[in-house]
């Protein structure tokens, strides 16, 4: 079950107008789970709207009359179905924060993995030349008017998942996400560790790479006594990466715990945290940067950012508690 941080999470989404887009089959389908989800961003101040298609007919006027009834805070917009249902929810607002659309199910590249996040360069790229990313095929052309939209500026965020309980709620309250998240204008940041909340999300994306082998555990505990030592990438106010500073010596820094949220992998998020870490360290004085791992994502990330993979002498004391573990080196300065 995925951890919520409603705290964390509602400071960037309450007063925001959040936009509900389901298509009829998926209203009916999941007519509660829906209602359900409004009901609980209501609750955490965020402004909904739900967007559907159903066609005005006697047959629907009993769930049309529900939906009024059960989500009284809530506007409720019918789009015709004689148009195209994509396109008449990105045209309902000039300017939208974030358009939510549940669908059939993820969206997912050729391999059939979930994607997590994109741009629309990528999306754009995927669509051209470079090849099958989407494989959904019945979503290309709502993909492109998604993309026209956010480049015109008149959207900020775009979430595309599968709709079911909760999909909603874990899409926009956890560090994974429950779909594919569609942005340009990601605000990065870089900082040390202040709060308990952002110690509570460091500790989740330490714990799912535990799991995969590639680091060593640290408690929650160890976290919050070495919070000074921890510096996390936030995008739009949410931590989604972290590293620890781990100092060797007077001139070397060891990049401890970097690890990256699932959601936002193939981002360039690891590349800005290890960049800004560097460049915080060379303004402190440390002009040699060592780092520790088995992990092949982070081995290519530090070789793209010239790292050079070896054993070095002064250092020997520090391979011998990680044996079997790669060292990657970098001098700058």
């Given at each position: 079950?995925?951890?919520?941080?409603?705290?964390?999470?509602?400071?960037a989404l309450t007063g925001r107008d959040v936009f509900i887009a389901c298509r009829e089959g998926i209203l009916r389908?999941?007519?509660?789970?829906?209602?359900?989800?409004?009901?609980?961003?209501?609750?955490?101040?965020?402004?909904?709207?739900?967007?559907?298609?159903?066609?005005?007919?006697?047959?629907?006027?009993?769930?049309?009359?529900?939906?009024?009834?059960?989500?009284?805070?809530?506007?409720?917009?019918?789009?015709?179905?004689?148009?195209?249902?994509?396109?008449?929810?990105?045209?309902?607002?000039?300017?939208?924060?974030?358009?939510?659309?549940?669908?059939?199910?993820?969206?997912?590249?050729?391999?059939?993995?979930?994607?997590?996040?994109?741009?629309?360069?990528?999306?754009?790229?995927?669509?051209?030349?470079?090849?099958?990313?989407?494989?959904?095929?019945?979503?290309?052309?709502?993909?492109?008017?998604?993309?026209?939209?956010?480049?015109?500026?008149?959207?900020?965020?775009?979430?595309?998942?599968?709709?079911?309980?909760?999909?909603?709620?874990?899409?926009?309250?956890?560090?994974?996400?429950?779909?594919?998240?569609i942005a340009n204008n990601f605000q990065e940041d870089f900082c040390q560790v202040r709060t308990d909340e952002e110690?509570?999300?460091?500790?989740?994306?330490?714990?799912?790479?535990?799991?995969?082998?590639?680091?060593?555990?640290?408690?929650?505990?160890?976290?919050?006594?070495?919070?000074?030592?921890?510096?996390?990438?936030?995008?739009?106010?949410?931590?989604?990466?972290?590293?620890?500073?781990?100092?060797?010596?007077?001139?070397?820094?060891?990049?401890g715990a970097l690890a990256i949220s699932t959601r936002f992998r193939n981002q360039r998020v690891g590349v800005h945290?290890?960049?800004?870490?560097?460049?915080?360290?060379?303004?402190?004085?440390?002009?040699?940067?060592?780092?520790?791992?088995?992990?092949?994502?982070?081995?290519?990330?530090?070789?793209?950012?010239?790292?050079?993979?070896?054993?070095?002498?002064?250092?020997?004391?520090?391979?011998?508690?990680?044996?079997?573990?790669?060292?990657?080196?970098?001098?700058?300065?």
């Open positions: 079950m995925p951890k919520l941080y409603l705290k964390e999470y509602a400071r389908d999941h007519f509660q789970d829906i209602i359900t989800d409004i009901k609980f961003l209501v609750r955490h101040g965020v402004l909904t709207t739900l967007l559907h298609n159903m066609p005005n007919r006697f047959a629907n006027q009993k769930l049309i009359k529900q939906l009024e009834r059960r989500l009284p805070a809530t506007g409720i917009v019918r789009i015709s179905p004689e148009i195209d249902f994509y396109e008449a929810v990105l045209d309902h607002r000039p300017s939208m924060f974030k358009v939510i659309f549940p669908e059939r199910r993820y969206l997912i590249d050729h391999r059939g993995n979930k994607i997590n996040a994109l741009t629309t360069v990528r999306v754009h790229e995927s669509l051209s030349d470079v090849g099958d990313l989407i494989a959904n095929i019945n979503f290309k052309g709502a993909m492109a008017c998604i993309c026209s939209k956010i480049e015109a500026g008149q959207c900020d965020r775009v979430h595309i998942l599968p709709a079911g309980k909760n999909s909603i709620k874990h899409e926009l309250f956890t560090v994974e996400g429950a779909g594919t998240l110690v509570a999300i460091v500790y989740r994306i330490l714990e799912m790479y535990k799991r995969s082998g590639f680091l060593k555990p640290r408690t929650k505990a160890y976290l919050k006594r070495n919070r000074n030592r921890f510096y996390v990438t936030a995008i739009d106010g949410i931590v989604v990466g972290c590293v620890e500073q781990k100092i060797i010596d007077a001139k070397t820094v060891e990049l945290t290890v960049k800004s870490f560097m460049a915080l360290m060379t303004s402190q004085g440390y002009t040699r940067f060592i780092s520790l791992t088995n992990n092949p994502r982070l081995e290519g990330l530090y070789a793209r950012l010239g790292f050079v993979q070896e054993n070095r002498a002064e250092y020997s004391q520090r391979q011998a508690r990680s044996p079997g573990v790669k060292m990657f080196y970098k001098k700058v300065g």
